[in-house]
């Protein structure tokens, strides 16, 4: 059974820093293109951040700059560096992973930035 599993989020203050993790199990990792995601409450699920099989990378306007989405295909990991937080960034995040129609969810991490 394939897994998508995060790992990372918390409460922290405007301003401050947050690493997630998604680590995938019974997957060929390096073939599929990974994403974060998140919902926030009353709100749709968006696409924060994107990165292909290649490397390839895309932002969310909201986040770019702020933002850092990097793979590890050794490890099946792929990571969300989250710097400058903002109270707007209070969220549930996803992981997700696509491989041609294949899409698969991880069960979320909860990041809360508040004063």
């Known amino acids: 059974q394939v897994q998508l599993v995060e790992s990372g989020g918390g409460l922290v203050q405007p301003g401050g820093s947050l690493r997630l993790s998604c680590v995938a199990s019974r997957i060929t990792f390096s073939a599929y293109a990974m994403g974060w995601y998140r919902q926030a409450p009353g709100k749709q699920r968006e696409l924060v951040a994107a990165?292909?099989?290649?490397?390839?990378?895309n932002y969310a306007d909201s986040v770019k700059g702020r933002f850092t989405i990097s793979r590890d295909n050794a490890k099946k990991t792929v990571y969300l560096q989250m710097n400058s937080l903002k109270p707007e960034d209070t969220a549930v995040y996803y992981c997700?992973?696509?491989?041609?129609?294949?899409?698969?969810w991880g069960q979320g991490t909860q990041v809360t930035v508040a004063s």
């Open positions: 990165i292909t099989s290649g490397g390839s990378t």
């Open positions: 997700n992973a696509k491989f041609t129609a294949v899409v698969y």
